[in-house]
């Protein structure tokens, strides 16, 4: 997916195109995600879907859940899609930042091959 060390840096066209479609691919996988949390927090905690929405939102994004959990079956979801979003943050993360940190990293590796 990304250049070799041995290749020259890419040309910041084909640079920003490579990260305007990781950030697509993050983005995607929040909503898939939120996705995920809405139907169970409807579906077990029988919550608007507004009200799944906030609740999906804020384990999602590590903040931590707003209301409060009635059934046994919903605590079960939200314990189990806090766990699924804590990785999920990390790889969202990795996912958009993998672009601009490895050109960072080629262009310091390019510098030092020129000394």
Same mark, same amino acid.
């Given at each position: 997916?990304?250049? #070799?060390? $041995? =290749? ?6 084909? /640079?920003? !195109? !490579?990260?305007? !479609?990781? *950030?697509?691919?993050? @983005?995607? %996988?929040?909503? /898939? $995600? @939120?996705?995920? +949390?809405?139907?169970?927090? #409807?579906? %077990?905690? =029988?919550? $608007?879907?507004?009200?799944? /929405? ?7 994004? &590590?903040?931590?859940?707003? &209301? ?5 079956? +919903? ?13 999920? @943050? *990390?790889?969202?993360? &990795? ?7 490895? !050109?960072? @990293? #080629? =262009? /310091? ?5 020129? =000394?």
């Amino acid at each position: 997916m990304f250049e #070799h060390h $041995s =290749k020259p840096l890419l040309p910041r066209k084909i /640079f920003y !195109r !490579r990260a305007v !479609r990781n *950030v697509v691919i993050g @983005l995607v %996988f929040i909503v /898939f $995600s @939120l996705i995920i +949390g809405m139907a169970g927090y #409807h579906h %077990f905690e =029988k919550m $608007s879907c507004l009200d799944a /929405f906030v609740n999906a939102a804020m384990i999602l994004s &590590g903040m931590g859940p707003v &209301g409060t959990l009635q059934t046994d079956d +919903g605590k079960l979801f939200a314990g189990c899609y806090a766990l699924y979003s804590g990785l999920a @943050l *990390v790889a969202i993360v &990795g996912i958009i930042f993998a672009p601009i940190i490895h !050109r960072f @990293l #080629h =262009k /310091f590796h390019l510098e030092d091959e020129d =000394k």
